[in-house]
């Protein structure tokens, strides 16, 4: 039989084998794809599914050897890593089912669950630091990684990695909190004799992040970020707690003056919840023009709506603002 026509048979056996497992004829899909690999012994979609039935079968080894295979003719299938992680990790290869969980994420960036199971291999192969990263990545993406172990309908294999992210996360970030304090603590001692007086901040904590149940002082004063218990529940702040309150107040006229001036050079005002936020309490603001703002500062960075504002950033100059590298954090307009 010519190549030609040794591929034609290929070809016409894997269309056979497809009409089988899309009627769940699993056996006759199976002998039809073994008839593919005698004709065309590379053909990943053949591998592929005999792979998946020898894992259905709880026959990892030959399962990990045809998605190895599969892997060779198309590598950049990100499924064919996860399915080859799975079966390793069957059998007990812990460092081979992270890598390929590893190459899975790195194929599909922008999927959690990627992410999930590569931070588990990972921490399972003693590489926590590097779990972390990629938990923490993950995490980024969505709320599955560490939200999925509440979900009762989620497979127990995806629950308990995400049982086990969300407690090494939080560990890892309450203790990044204490040894920031720890050493902010020690660069003001190098420096002065005074005390540094940050027990507020050691005692705050970050609720989605912290090792112990966060107990609020009030019903209503329950922050979802970050949460200080030494600062007073009032629900609006006395002006008298803030000298600097009248040194704004007398600078509106000229604030507002440079905001309408910056509105005529096209500055708009934007949705403050981006359409890119994931978080379900934002659900209803997301991309939602009803709560907008014109940032002038934003993550310590000026915006390119700045340059428009040098009186109100004279006025700013003069207010006690907690500075990053000598910007304020956060400055806006906003209208919600």
């Known amino acids: 039989?010519?190549?030609?026509?040794?591929e034609t048979t290929a070809q016409a056996l894997?269309?056979?084998?497809?009409?089988?497992?899309q009627a769940g004829?699993?056996?006759?899909?199976?002998?039809?794809?073994?008839?593919?690999?005698?004709?065309?012994?590379?053909?990943?979609e053949a591998h592929a599914f005999a792979a998946d039935m020898a894992f259905a079968g709880q026959r990892f080894a030959e399962a990990a050897n045809h998605y190895r295979k599969a892997l060779a003719a198309a590598p950049e299938t990100a499924s064919l890593w996860f399915n080859c992680a799975t079966a390793q990790e069957a059998l007990?290869?812990?460092?081979?089912a992270a890598a390929s969980y590893l190459e899975a994420f790195r194929r599909e960036p922008n999927n959690p669950m990627m992410a999930l199971f590569a931070g588990a291999a990972l921490d399972a192969?003693?590489?926590?630091?590097?779990?972390?990263?990629?938990?923490?990545?993950?995490?980024?993406?969505?709320?599955?990684v560490r939200k999925a172990k509440d979900v009762a309908d989620f497979p127990p294999e995806v629950?308990?990695?995400?049982?086990?992210?969300?407690?090494?996360?939080?560990?890892?970030?309450?203790?990044?909190?204490?040894?920031?304090?720890?050493?902010?603590?020690?660069?003001?001692?190098?420096?002065?004799?005074?005390?540094?007086a940050l027990e507020r901040v050691r005692n705050a904590v970050w609720p989605q992040t912290h090792t112990e149940e966060v107990r609020f002082r009030a019903s209503k004063h329950a922050p979802l970020i970050y949460y200080m218990p030494d600062l007073a529940p009032v629900t609006i702040a006395s002006r008298a707690d803030f000298s600097w309150v009248e040194t704004l107040e007398q600078a509106t006229a000229t604030i507002r003056e440079e905001f309408l001036a910056a509105e005529d050079a096209r500055a708009r005002m934007t949705p403050y919840i981006r359409e890119s936020e994931t978080?379900?309490?934002?659900?209803?603001?997301?991309?939602?023009?009803d709560w907008s703002s014109l940032p002038l500062f934003g993550n310590g960075e000026p915006t390119q709506w700045t340059e428009h504002f040098p009186r109100t950033l004279a006025?700013?100059?003069?207010?006690?603002?907690t500075l990053v590298d000598g910007a304020p954090m956060q400055v806006l307009f906003s209208v919600l």
């Open 125 to 144: 192969a003693g590489r926590s630091d590097e779990a972390l990263q990629v938990w923490s990545l993950g995490d980024d993406l969505g709320w599955a």
């Open 315 to 321: 006025v700013l100059d003069e207010l006690d603002l």
């Open 25 to 44: 004829r699993a056996e006759a899909a199976a002998h039809a794809y073994a008839g593919v690999l005698e004709r065309a012994p590379d053909d990943a």
């Open 14 to 21: 894997k269309a056979e084998a497809r009409a089988h497992a």
């Open 92 to 96: 007990g290869e812990t460092a081979h």
């Open 279 to 289: 978080a379900p309490i934002f659900d209803k603001l997301r991309g939602s023009r």
């Open 159 to 196: 629950r308990t990695r995400s049982a086990r992210a969300d407690e090494a996360m939080r560990r890892h970030f309450t203790e990044l909190h204490a040894k920031a304090v720890t050493d902010a603590e020690a660069a003001w001692r190098a420096q002065t004799d005074a005390p540094a």
């Open 1 to 6: 039989m010519s190549n030609s026509e040794t």
